[in-house]
C-alpha cells in the first residue's frame, strides 16, 4: 500500500519598506530557497510568494523563505543603538567562509565600529557590504596562515593582523617568532604576550623594501 503524497499550496505576503529592500529580498530568494516550485508576484513593494509542492516541502519553504525577509530586515535596519543584526549563519553562506565569529568582531573593532557580540550573532554599525568585505578578508588570511600555523589560537591572531595591515601572514609570523612574541614548545606555538598587546604591535608595523621586511614605525 502506497502513501499518499498531498500537495499543498501557500501564499505568503511581505511588505517591504522600499525598493532596494525589494530588490534584495528577491535576490536572497533565488538564491537560499531551492527544492520547491514558487512563484513571486510585486505589486509596489508588496510581494506575495506562492509555493506549491509536498506539504513537508512547502513547509520547510516557507519557513525559509519567513526566514530570508527576517534577515534583509535585520541587516539593512539600525536598531534603537544604531547597530545592524548579522546572524553568523547568514554571513557564513553569504561568503562562504566559517572565519571566528571572535576574529570577525575584533577586526571590526580594530576598524573604528562599535560591535556587540551575541549568540550565533553580532551587531555593529558596519553595513553589510564592509562585514563582507571583513570576513573575505579573514577567510584569505586564515587559508594562507593555516600551511604554516598549525595552533588555531595563534594562526587566529596571525589572521587577524594580516587582514587588518594587508602583511602576509607568514611574514607576520616570522616577525612574531624572531621579536618573542609568539615561541614554539613540544611541537606546538604559543603566545608569549596577551593577544591584544600583541596585536597592538603588529598593527604598528609597515612594509618596505622589495622583499617585504618588516619595521616598526
Known sequence: ??????????????????????????????????????????????????????????????????????????????????LYTYPYNYVVEKTGVTAPLTSIVEVLR???????????????????????EVVEGLGEALEEARWIVPTRNVRNLIAIASCLTGIPSIELFEYCLREGLVRERMGRYEICKPPDKILDELLRLRREGYGGELEKD
Open 1 to 82: 500500500m502506497f502513501s499518499r503524497r498531498v500537495v499543498e499550496k501557500r501564499m505568503l505576503t511581505f511588505s517591504c519598506r522600499d525598493s532596494d529592500e525589494l530588490i534584495r529580498f528577491l535576490g536572497e530568494l533565488k538564491k537560499r530557497v531551492h527544492g520547491v516550485n514558487f512563484t513571486v508576484q510585486t505589486r509596489g513593494t508588496v510581494v506575495k510568494v506562492k509555493v506549491y509542492g509536498v506539504r513537508d516541502t512547502v513547509k520547510r519553504a516557507a519557513a525559509k523563505i519567513r526566514e530570508t525577509f527576517k534577515i534583509i530586515r535585520l541587516t539593512t535596519t539600525r536598531d534603537s543603538e544604531g
Open 110 to 132: 580594530r576598524r573604528g565600529y562599535r560591535v556587540v557580540e551575541g549568540k550565533g550573532l553580532f551587531k555593529t554599525d558596519a553595513p553589510l557590504e564592509e562585514v563582507i
